[in-house]
């Protein structure tokens, strides 16, 4: 009787450990998530900053 508890008792604390590493796993998915997000806004503001002043410079040199 022994080792068919020993067997459950095992199988359920390796059942607990596969859960605590899926919600390790989703915590830092939904991480990277947002840091992805952010970069791409912060990309986004880069190249809206680029176009405006190859547009200044493209009037300044046609000024010249």
């Not at 022994?2 to 989703?26: E, I, N, S, T, Y």
């Not at 002043?53 to 010249?64: C, K, L, N």
Request: net charge positive; charged share 20%; glycine share 10%.
């Amino acid at each position: 009787m022994f080792w068919p508890m020993f067997a459950v008792a095992v199988g359920f604390l390796g059942l607990l450990v596969l859960g605590v590493f899926a919600v390790r796993v989703f915590l830092e998915a939904e991480r990277l998530g947002r840091q992805v997000s952010e970069s791409a806004l912060r990309i986004g503001r880069a190249a809206e900053d680029l176009e405006r002043a190859a547009g200044s410079v493209s009037r300044a040199a046609g000024t010249m």
